[in-house]
């Protein structure tokens, strides 16, 4: 994986992570379940993509 994929790769985890914890601080969701749907909404498939 090139440094510019690495780069992009990257970067959207910062979203997706960005937008998890906006999640945790304005939800009033308790359950592990509903917290666990969540992520897996807004994270893509990433059977194949291996880790930065």
Not at 7 to 33: D, F, G, Y
Request: net charge negative.
């Amino acid at each position: 994986m090139l440094n510019e994929e690495k780069s992009e790769v990257a970067e959207q985890r910062i979203i997706e992570l960005k937008t998890l914890i906006n999640h945790w601080k304005t939800s009033n969701i308790a359950s592990r379940k509903a917290t666990v749907d969540f992520v897996e909404s807004i994270l893509p498939d990433r059977q194949d993509t291996k880790a930065a």
